[in-house]
């Protein structure tokens, strides 16, 4: 097996335990660890032959940092809560090393099992999480079988593990550029001419004073855009006529690797609903049965401005186009967004619905906010970063109805931050937070630094009793948090 390490882009394996009385336990490293001694270069730790060498004591510090983002006092008391899984992506930047982490539950406790990759590798987990994910549960179905009677040793788990290595061997078959260790991903704006889409991302990008006199854009365009730590390249398919076919015909360029889509309808135009759900319709197809991928859409109805919403046929349409949806993406569930390009939040707020669903620690870090949030008694509480992107969010079970209230505070969340952001330019406030009353609620805001990043939290409280204890709790939670967000995308 250790073989099998050195000609692998798969460096290790960790499988950890956490105990209700004893605590975090290390049970199996793949390769075994070394004694101190075995380790010459200081600076790395892989060597020559490039095989992983760490001693147990770093072995056990990759488990603390595994558990210490599920084990919270809370989970262990409380019986009969849901016990989910989970997949993140964590890096270890002290060993150099990056670990897709794979948690579940055994008998009521905690198993993480990772796999180890070097850093600069680390493409290779995003690029093949789907396939790792399936291998992995598919080899816990079996294993847990065996651990739930009783952990055997080290060398009766070794063939298991070695099985288990050589299924995920054969992801490596497709190359990777290894010089590249940037997350790059490709976005793509798809919809009928004049359905907004270059608007759209204009609104993004903030630069309003392109807006004025946009053409109709030629063919497909690409731009980059640096957020959370990826590079987002978005390709923005202009969407007359001529063009449509060749995205269609030549998908292999287009729409392939493509990890999220934005589908434009505009809201306002009836007549060209048929038209537009028949290039969805063209382009799903493709997707699923040509290129095998499941990308996620956005369906964003654009042009609901303001003063349009609420009457009588903008709603029908609305109805009409979420019924033509359905049926087109056999019923699975989806999203969409009312947006107008005269109310920035609205876009925002929809671009961070995509970007979320980009995420591959979203899950985890929203339950790192859920444990946190009812700890503090907070009715709402969102991350939302520097540019107000909505990273997580959290909503009590008391907030009803919940998808409107959800809908106006992400909406305006991000004019929170706006307005923090102006008072505290001009020196009107001495600590790194706000308050603000707002119908009987308290909305507290804060920002904090997370990797050379602003992230701003903000809470709905009915009042501030909590205060204190918010205080003293939050640095423990962002510190939990903090390496899941630094490979949030
Ligand atoms: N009222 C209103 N008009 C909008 C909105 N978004 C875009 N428009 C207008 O709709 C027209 C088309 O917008 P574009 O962004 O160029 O549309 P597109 O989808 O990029 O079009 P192609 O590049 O031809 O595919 C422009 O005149 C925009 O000003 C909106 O939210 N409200
Ligand atoms: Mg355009």
Redesign the pocket.
């Known amino acids: 097996m250790e073989k099998l390490f050195e000609t692998s882009i798969i460096k290790g394996f960790v499988l950890s335990y956490s105990h209700t009385e004893k605590g975090p336990e290390l049970i199996y490293t793949f390769p075994y660890y070394k004694k101190q001694e075995a380790k010459s270069n200081e600076d790395s730790n892989i060597n020559e032959r490039n095989e992983i060498i760490l001693t147990q004591q770093e072995f056990m510090k990759i488990t603390i940092k595994n558990l210490s983002l599920v084990l919270t006092d809370e989970i262990i008391s409380s019986e009969g809560e849901e016990k989910p899984q989970y997949f993140c992506i964590i890096p270890f930047p002290d060993f150099f090393l990056t670990a897709i982490t794979y948690y579940h539950y055994i008998n009521g406790n905690v198993i993480a099992f990772s796999v180890l990759v070097h850093e600069n590798d680390r493409n290779f987990l995003y690029k093949n999480h789907n396939g790792i994910k399936k291998i992995i549960i598919e080899f816990f179905k079996k294993f847990d079988k065996i651990l739930a009677q009783n952990f055997i040793s080290q060398e009766e788990a070794h063939p298991y593990f070695e099985n288990l290595l050589i299924q995920l061997k054969e992801l490596e078959n497709q190359k990777l550029d290894p010089a590249i260790a940037d997350r790059k991903m490709k976005i793509i704006l798809a919809?009928l001419?004049?359905?907004?889409?270059?608007?759209f991302l204009l609104t993004v990008d903030r630069k309003f004073s392109k807006l004025m006199n946009?053409k109709?854009?030629a063919g497909a365009k690409v731009q980059s855009i640096q957020a959370l730590g990826a590079t987002l390249f978005i390709w923005?398919l202009?969407?007359?006529r001529k063009y449509l076919a060749k995205y269609l015909t030549k998908s292999s360029i287009y729409l392939y690797e493509s990890d999220l889509i934005f589908y434009?309808i505009d809201i306002k135009n009836r007549e060209r609903f048929d038209e537009s759900l028949d290039y969805l319709r063209r382009i799903h197809k493709i997707l699923y049965k040509e290129l095998n991928q499941d990308t996620p859409i956005v369906y964003i109805f654009?042009?609901g401005?303001i003063d349009i919403i609420d009457t009588r046929e903008i709603k029908q349409n609305i109805k009409y186009l979420k019924f033509k949806i359905k049926d087109i993406i056999n019923k699975k569930k989806f999203r969409t967004h009312v947006?107008?390009?005269?109310e920035i939040t609205t876009v925002l707020r929809a671009f961070s619905e995509g970007i979320k669903k980009l995420s591959f620690n979203r899950k985890l870090i929203n339950y790192n906010l859920k444990k946190f949030s009812r700890k503090i008694n907070a009715y709402i509480t969102l991350l939302l970063s520097n540019d107000g992107l909505i990273l997580s969010n959290y909503y009590s079970t008391q907030i009803k109805p919940k998808e409107i209230i959800q809908d106006v505070l992400e909406i305006t969340a991000p004019q929170f931050t706006i307005i923090y952001k102006i008072f505290y330019k001009f020196k009107a406030l001495n600590k790194e937070q706000a308050i603000f009353e707002v119908a009987n609620s308290i909305f507290l805001i804060k920002r904090t630094k997370i990797l050379g990043q602003d992230i701003f939290i903000l809470f709905v409280l009915n009042n501030l009793n909590k205060q204190n204890k918010i205080n003293i709790l939050l640095p423990e939670f962002l510190d939990r948090i903090k390496s899941l967000l630094t490979t949030y995308i």
């Not at 001419?193 to 608007?199: A, I, V, Y």
């Not at 947006?339 to 005269?342: G, L, M």
Request: charged content about 25%; cysteine-free; hydrophobic content about 15%.
């Open positions: 919809g001419d004049d359905s907004g889409k270059t608007s946009i109709p854009t923005d202009g969407g007359q434009f654009s042009k401005d947006t107008s390009i005269f």
